[in-house]
Each structure stands twice: as C-alpha cells, then as structure tokens.
C-alpha cells in the first residue's frame, strides 16, 4: 500500500520501502506499538516548479525572504542561504510591479521553486507569472471582480503555476467576521469559498493555509478542512514570534496537525534571519520520524558535574554542521560518568571532563582528548566520515 493509498493511510500499513518506512528510529516506535503518525490525509498532488506535494509525498519545507524584493541582490543572497539550509521552496513578497518585473532576475540566479505573495492588485500576479513565479500566494477574495481572477487563474493554468489561498485569521472577509467571528469555522468558510472561485473556472491545481497567530486556532481550523477537502495543505502558525514563542507555537501546532496526518508542506514563521525558519522546519520533521537532513545533534543539559563550557561546545558544533549532509547523530555530553552510556546510540559523541574529555562511538570510548581540542577532533572525525 501506498502511502497515499485510501482516504488516510494508516501508520501499521506503511511499508519499509516508503520514505517514512525507511526510518529505522520510527519504524522500531510502530513495532513497540507507539506511532507518531497517524498516516497521511489523502490530498490531491501539486507541483510547484520541479517540487511536488500532496498525494503522500514528503512534506515540503518553506520559508519566506525578508528582503526587499527589487532588492535582486540582497533577496538572491538570502534565498541562496536558505537553499543551503534546505529551504525547497521560496516566497517573496510582491507589493509592487518592481517587484514583480524583479522575479525574472531572481529566478534566474535561485535552485528552489520561487512563489510570488500577491495581494489586491491581480495585475501583480499576472506580472509575477509573465516573470517566471513557479506558484502564486492570493486570496481570490481580495483580488476583486471575478473576471479578474479569472485573467490570473487562466494565465496560471496556461503556465502550469499552481495557486495557494491563504486565509489569515486576522484578515478575513467582513461577511465571515460578522457572521461567525474569528473563528476556525470562518477560516474554514473562507477558505471553502475561495476554492470554489477557482474550481468553478476549472482550475484545480490549488493549496489552501489556515493561519492564526495562537495554536489553538490554527490547528482547530486545519482539523476541520481536512476533512471537507483534498486539497493540499500548507501548515504553519503565522506571526508565531520570536525565537522562543515562535518556536513552541510552531513545533506545537505544526507537530500536532503532521501526527495526526494533516499537511503537505510547512512553514516556520520567526521574527528571525529566516534560516532559523528552515532549521527549525527541519527539526520537527526529524522529531516525528518523518523526514532528516543532516546530523542529529543530541547533547546534555549540564549539571554540577560539568567542568566544560558546553553551551559554547554545543553552539560551535551545531554551527558547524549547519549543512552538513551525513545523516547521523551526534551526542555532545557534559561529564564522562554518564556521557557514553546515556549516548549509546549516537554515532560519535564527546563528553568533557576535567581538564580533558573523550570522544566516543555508539557508546564506546575511542580515546581521550584535551578538552580544548574536543571541538576540533569531534569535527575532524566527522569530516572522516563523508
């Protein structure tokens, strides 16, 4: 059975040869009976440029650029980092035709499918789409007239560029204010809405997001159109904010709407560089056993024990392995009475000590090592590995 086989697959079916199957950290949490995913809502697939999500693919990671967008350089700069992070697919804002016209430019320069951000003017977007957008981010509803939706849907279907509607909370259409407040059904009403503009013009390669600043709008509104659609979903918890908020609410929310099956592709929304986004998108993937990039960096609180500055340890590695390919896991422990035994199933680890430290793996000690050089030798032995 496929992954997207049925209206949900389920997790006991999933076999070792699809992608979540071939995790062997997960597939041993399904043997002892303690599934993080519930399987896969069945959604129709979309592809954005060579990018595809829905119909059980893996779930895509987004960010967006806070660049200004006719910026060509600064924004080509930025992207090109977040592709580095594993960014798969880019937004940019597009509030004015230089912005639009600058697309072409970018686009040009970037690897990753890049979406323009349009609102209100449908002229942006069909500039946008002259400009080589692989998708569009409007809310039909704000765009005006139907004949002009229509101009940027044909213009789209021509191109085949899909369309993302993206309902936010705190800027839905006064008739659903009125009616039902800002609630989850009136995200979900909003959001059924703008789907039927589309469809009813024929176009059907469509994603939806329900986004509100708390979570537990958010996954409220997500539960409820999962089950009125197969449209794919875009999952993530906007305007989340900082690094610590923003983080909690996005792996919360985020976390919760993927183990229960719902979403085809996230984004992590940080008032940050938003690299952290990616990194932070990437994270949560790994800790649901649904997809990894790069090591897996596990590493000790510290305790009275510890006679090494291991926040600075842990930061200088973790920057290290920024974009690192190996899939590993790496343990950075504080003391040695506890280290490897604690860290038995990392690949290789380091534990400090006083005045020196060892480097370890898969629990066992290879050798000890100056604790000023335990950085460089744990980098050096990974640098081994590729």
Known sequence: MDIGDGAWATSSALPD???????????????RGMPLVQGRKKTRRVSIGKVAVGAGLPVAVQSMTNTPTGDVAATV????????????IIRVAVPDMAAALALAKIRQKINIPLIADIHFDYR??????????????INPGNIGEEWKVREVANCAREKGVPIRIGVNAGSLEREFIERLGPTPEAMVESAMVNIGILERIGFKDIKVSL????VARTVAAYRLIAARTDVP????????GGLFAGITKSAIGIGMLLAEGIGDTIRVSLTRDPVEEVRTAWEILRALGLRSRGPEI???????????????????????????????????????????GEAKEADIGIAGGDGFGILFKKGKVVRKIDQHDLVRVLLKEIENLK
């Open 233 to 240: 979903l875009h999952v993530g918890v906007t305007e989340a």
């Open 124 to 137: 942006l977007a069909l500039a946008s789409l002259a400009s080589g957008a692989d998708g569009l981010r």
């Open 298 to 340: 596990i590493s000790c609180p510290t305790c009275g024990r510890c006679k090494i500055d291991l926040f600075t340890v842990a930061e200088q590695v973790e920057a290290a392995l920024l974009n690192c390919p190996l899939d590993i896991k790496v343990a950075i422990m504080g003391c040695v009475v506890n280290g490897p």
């Open 17 to 31: 040869r699809c992608f979540l199957g071939r995790n062997y950290r997960f597939r041993s949490l399904l043997r």
């Open 211 to 214: 986004k509100a600043s708390d």
């Open 77 to 88: 700069t930025q992207i090109q980092r977040l592709e580095a992070a594993g960014c798969e």
